[in-house]
């Protein structure tokens, strides 16, 4: 099966080539494609220079539109499995293998990768811990599916998934909306335990202030969600 590891990135020269050499000593048979969103420092030229597969985006799309890019040209290509990466070094390639095995193993059509299983490595700051239980409160609520991590940006898909969000993939902080809609499509998610590190460079885009907007957004998102 052709595997395939989407890598959004944005001002990420201090982790890109880094996130790549864990992805080629840890999961060799994963085919990946940098999506580059106008990076305003070198991730471009380093991905040029070292023979990196980059997509380079003419505007700012976004985390979303960066990743439903790479969800386009994994559908054009071919892949049958495809999974989204972070390029700050935080995701560990170790985890890609058995996170397939599980996909194919339960015919799931979506894995996440969760911190908070064994709850080992980096947790994420207090703040963002609480806003993740409430959301994995949230989900178990109205959709009745326990997702320990539902921000996690480890996520692998089968390709009926791919199918679905290149139609339609929200702009900003998609993770938890995104699996809200496959829970109420009735697809099957289900998680495995990861261990993940501190960024390894670069600044988070979600600051104090967007935090608020980031809670109150997708809240209204998974509601919306639940009401269609």
Same mark, same amino acid.
């Given at each position: 099966m052709k595997k395939l590891v989407i890598i959004p990135a944005y001002n990420e020269q201090e982790s890109i080539l880094e996130t790549i050499r864990d992805i080629q000593d840890n999961a060799p048979d994963f085919d990946y494609v940098v999506i580059n969103d106008c990076s305003k420092d070198r991730t471009l030229d380093l991905c040029l220079q070292n023979g990196i597969t980059v997509l380079d985006l003419p505007v700012n799309l976004g985390i979303g539109g960066a990743v439903q890019t790479g969800y386009l040209y994994a559908l054009k290509n071919g892949y049958d499995i495809v999974v989204q990466f972070d390029g700050d070094g935080q995701h560990d390639a170790r985890f890609l293998r058995p996170m397939a095995d599980k996909l194919i193993e339960e015919e799931a059509d979506m894995v996440i990768g969760s911190r908070f299983?064994?709850?080992?490595g980096f947790q994420s700051s207090g703040i963002r811990r609480v806003g993740i239980r409430f959301f994995s409160v949230l989900t178990k609520v109205l959709f009745g599916k326990k997702i320990t991590d539902a921000t996690s940006g480890?996520?692998?898909?089968?390709?009926?998934?791919?199918?679905?969000? /290149? !139609?339609d993939y929200p702009r900003d902080y998609p993770e938890p909306e995104t699996v809200c809609r496959l829970l109420r499509k009735k697809c099957k998610v289900v998680e495995v335990p990861v261990v993940m590190r501190e960024r390894l460079g670069g600044v988070s885009s979600i600051s104090w202030s967007r935090s608020v907007y980031y809670m /109150? !957004?997708?809240?209204?998102?998974?509601?919306i969600e639940r009401l269609r």
């Open positions: 299983i064994d709850n080992k480890m996520r692998m898909c089968n390709r009926k998934i791919q199918e679905l969000f /290149v !139609k /109150v !957004k997708v809240t209204l998102a998974i509601f």
